[in-house]
């Protein structure tokens, strides 16, 4: 329903005004416009506006709605804070993903580091649940690479490790990073039951409060 009808085309703005209606459809959208949206006509269920894959021309049935939002708000990004209030139902979090996460299993538990599905592309997904697990998050030292750009390529890295390219002066640091629990959080995606695992997965959360792709 949302992606037909929260899309700004002039159907949309004369039945349902342009304060509410500032999505592009396929194209991407925003949180708090979507939210305006649900909040001033409502939500259908899924059984009787189903999602496609694709983008049509809305069919609002004002007599099928069976949800809306009375106030929305941010909820601060740490583990605590969204685990609690997940108990008040289900969040909506921005990433940053490529489309390479489209093809994902959902059989991995990913974490801060597992970076292979993060890129420039916005997504919206909604964490429906959380798992506390039994243990408890901490750190590790592990060795990063750092680089400093040597735009003349006779100039010697002798100050630095070794020369990583041509016009690169490259050198390890150690640092220390933090090391997740088994604790996680159950993601919701929308792109059907096909997709990953039933359309879910999911993101450890450990005590540092690390995201993922940039949440």
Not at 55 to 69: M, P, S
Not at 110 to 139: F, K, N, W
Not at 193 to 200: H, I, L, Q, T, Y
Request: proline share 2%; hydrophobic share 30%; net charge negative.
């Amino acid at each position: 329903m949302l992606l037909d009808c929260s899309t700004r085309n002039t159907d949309n703005v004369n039945q349902f005004g342009s304060d509410v209606v500032q999505n592009a459809g396929c194209n991407g959208g925003y949180i708090d416009s979507t939210y305006e949206f649900m909040k001033e006509w409502g939500l259908m269920a899924e059984t009787d506006y189903p999602y496609t894959g694709s983008q049509g021309n809305c069919q609002y049935d004002e007599n099928a709605i069976v949800a809306d939002i009375v106030e929305w708000g941010q909820v601060a990004s740490d583990p605590e804070s969204i685990a609690a209030k997940l108990a008040e139902g289900p969040l909506e979090v921005g990433m940053a993903i490529t489309n390479d996460f489209g093809f994902f299993d959902g059989e991995a538990i990913l974490g801060a580091d597992d970076t292979e599905y993060c890129g420039r592309g916005g997504h919206v997904i909604s964490i429906v649940g959380y798992e506390p697990g039994t243990g408890e998050g901490g750190t590790e030292i592990v060795e990063v690479l750092n680089g400093r750009y040597s735009w003349r390529w006779w100039t010697s890295c002798e100050e630095y490790e070794f020369r990583c390219a041509w016009n690169m002066c490259c050198w390890y640091e150690e640092e220390e990073r933090p090391v997740s629990g088994d604790s996680y959080f159950i993601l919701q995606n929308q792109w059907g039951e096909s997709w990953a695992d039933g359309g879910r997965y999911k993101v450890s959360a450990d005590a540092n409060g690390n995201g993922w792709c940039g949440w």
